[in-house]
């Protein structure tokens, strides 16, 4: 099982960036689709972004499309979400996931972290 630990969270100004991290415990990590999920108090955790095994493929939901950039690194089991342009509404606890294939990731059914806020002041 890939453990996976957030970071890079904070508090952050309307139009602002902030670049999140995840770091994945498995030797396999470059097997894994990789993406990010968010979620706010009461609702459901809502998809983000994932990132293909080589990095060459990506896929955003429409909310964050032209601000937010997902990437990875897989020399350092990493993967990154650097988000400008950031909004109000973008406030939540960012969780990393992986799974073995994108529409695992999509839908939810990965390997989680423990999550990472992010706070956008307006």
Known sequence: QVQLVESGGGLVQAGGSLRLS???SARTFSNYVMGWFRQTPGKER???ACINW???STYYSDSVKGRFTISRDNAKNTVYLQMNSLK???TAVYY???APNKDRVIGGAGNWGQGTQV???S
């Open 22 to 24: 995840c770091a994945a």
């Open 46 to 48: 809502r998809f983000v």
């Open 54 to 56: 080589s990095g060459g």
């Open 88 to 90: 109000a509404e973008d």
């Open 96 to 98: 990393c996931t992986s």
């Open 119 to 121: 706070t956008v002041s």
